[in-house]
């Protein structure tokens, strides 16, 4: 009986086993489906309203693309690929948008198709001022370093690492190592070539003589076109902190999509870059039998003659394939130290915002104090004050009062800097704030004999999408500066003026002292008073005010002369009707 059942025992065993695997497969199945979801609910927690309700309205996000910027995007039998797309794919699963690929274009058309809000997004960009002018950035999620290349050749002795006094370098047209390059190596012309391929193709053939491009675009061609004859060489110094730019008219997109890719870790970020970064092993070589016809003599000289062959193929192998693990193993580590670096500044960031808060709450206890007192001094009817001692106690009270706001500026600066500071951006009529910005400053205004102006026609009817009380922060600071650098009896004037399509501009004008050429270059950097010490002020008003309207979506600029004053103008966006 116990022999019978032993098979049957057996066969409910293995019948067991098969649906443990079974079971394991769908549950890794169903874990596989399920964390992107369980990453996208975590994302949709940290969402603000305003967040989740600009997803709502904008289901589709338009993306920019090009067929020649591998490896990050190009296109492969009809079909856009790349690291971008990927990114693009993990964004969209955390996110809940759906990023379209438009039509491919060239890279300087596309800068600019962002600008003019044909397209909203554009991927694996370099902040740079120029571009900022164009559209906003994100915070960058992968570096890749700029390499030079030169040809490999009999003519060339020995490898040159370094460029040689007066030697022309090729980059591609519009990227950012352009600019680099002209700047740190003033004594070698730049030329340019349309795109990355154009580039490499002119070095393979001897057109140029030396090249600087990514590595990662460097050995994603010379791997997919079979360009052998070119080598990298070292490294010129820059690199591709890349991000994503997006359109300056969406800055609640850009606060979403840095949030997104804050949820892709380093580990997984990584294995993105090593899909595309990393080129496959080297190909083996293919050797064909040398026929023999004559003798045992020839035989023997036939392969001697593939043997040296095969062996020179090997060398040169090797040595490309050395070169290229050194390389990727740099780039590696450099991936590596970005991510620890960035997360290192978020933390230093949160504790610098931890220590001003702690810092503010500890001084602002004392000094609303020493206010207080003040204030009860020079009321108090049964012991009145003399002139002298009302004169200090007024001193007492300025001193306060400047100390306070400095305690502002700072903690809104540290704010602005570690992007904790929420603002919320909706139709905004001028008549919301300009009337109380004005009465602010009246007094300071009449102090200086100043004319105070206000030619803004019907500000009821000018609308522009900007958080009111950062707006109203902005202008009051533009119009103390305007009082406080100004002539006595002179004017002070709050405008409009003409402005594109699509955005309205606010112009703070003075008849003051104006700036230096010099001074305007110096002008947005924090805690330079440009030389003017008589006056009262932190050094970092402007840096604020720059951030905040950045913050808006808009722009400021300023335009100034010595003899007749200063103008600064804010451009922001047209609030719809």
């Known amino acids: 009986m116990t022999t019978q059942a032993m098979p049957w025992t057996a066969q409910r065993c293995a019948a067991g086993c098969r649906l443990a695997v079974r079971v394991c497969g769908v549950l890794l199945t169903i874990w596989a489906i399920a964390l992107p979801v369980l990453a996208a609910s975590t994302l949709a927690a940290s969402l603000t309203e305003e967040e989740r309700a600009w997803i709502a309205q904008h289901p589709v996000v338009r993306v920019a693309s090009s067929a020649d910027y591998g490896p990050f995007t190009f296109v492969e039998d009809g079909v856009v690929r790349g690291m971008s797309i990927d990114y693009l794919q993990r964004l969209q699963q955390l996110t809940g948008i759906e990023f379209k690929t438009e039509e491919p274009a060239s890279f300087p058309v596309n800068l600019q198709r962002v600008s003019h809000g044909e397209v909203d997004v554009m ?293 602005l800097e570690s992007g904790t500071l929420t603002l919320t951006v909706r139709s905004t009529a001028l008549q919301e704030v300009l009337p109380h910005c004005l009465a602010l400053v009246e007094p300071a205004a009449k102090a200086k004999a100043l004319e105070l102006r206000c030619a803004v026609d019907e500000p009821a009817n000018v609308k522009v999408m900007a958080d009111p009380l950062r707006l109203e922060q902005v202008l009051h600071n533009l119009l103390s500066n305007a009082i406080k650098y100004n002539r006595q009896g002179g004017w002070v004037e709050v405008r409009t003026a003409p402005a594109d399509n699509g955005t309205v501009r606010l112009e703070v004008a003075d008849g003051g002292l104006g700036l230096t050429p010099d001074q305007q270059k110096q002008l947005f950097q924090p805690f330079n008073r440009l030389g003017r010490t008589e006056q009262e002020g932190t050094g970092i008003g402007l840096v604020i005010c720059k951030q905040l309207v950045e913050r808006m979506g808009g722009v400021i600029d300023v335009a100034s002369d010595p003899s007749r004053g200063t103008v600064f103008g804010l451009n922001l966006a047209s609030a719809p009707a």
């Open 123 to 415: 991927m694996s960009l370099r902040d740079t001022p120029e571009r900022r002018k164009l559209m906003s950035f994100t915070r960058p999620y992968v570096s890749v370093p700029a390499v030079l290349l030169r040809r490999r050749g009999a003519a060339q002795a020995a490898v040159l690492e370094e460029l040689r006094a007066g030697e022309t370098v090729a980059v591609s047209a519009g990227y950012a190592v352009g600019a680099f390059m002209e700047e740190r190596y003033p004594d070698n012309p730049v030329s340019t070539r349309p795109n990355d391929k154009a580039l490499l193709l002119a070095l393979a053939s001897g057109e140029v003589d030396a090249a600087v491009m990514d590595l990662a675009g460097a050995t994603h061609l010379m791997r997919t076109q079979g360009i052998g004859n070119v080598h990298i060489v070292g490294d010129v110094g820059f690199s591709y902190d890349q991000g994503i730019g997006y359109r300056r008219d969406w800055p609640v997109l850009g606060r979403i999509l840095d949030k997104a890719l804050a949820r892709i870790d380093a580990q997984e970020r990584q294995s993105i870059s090593d899909r595309w970064f990393l080129p496959p092993a080297a190909a083996g070589v293919d050797v064909r039998w040398v026929s023999w016809g004559g003798g045992l003599l020839a035989l023997l000289l036939g392969g001697l003659a593939v043997v040296i062959g095969l062996n020179r193929v090997l060398r040169r192998k090797v040595a490309m394939r050395t070169e290229q693990l050194r390389a990727e193993l740099a780039e590696r580590l450099r991936l590596q130290g970005a991510d620890q670096a960035r997360a290192l500044a978020e933390e230093a960031n949160a504790a610098k915002v931890r220590f001003l808060s702690q810092a503010s709450h500890e001084l602002r206890n004392p000094l609303n104090a020493v206010s207080g007192f003040a204030q009860l001094m020079a009321m108090d009817p049964t012991r009145p004050l003399d002139d002298v001692q009302r004169g200090r106690l007024q001193h007492i009270q300025h001193a306060v009062k400047q100390q306070l706001a400095l305690i502002d500026d700072m903690m809104s600066f540290s704010r």
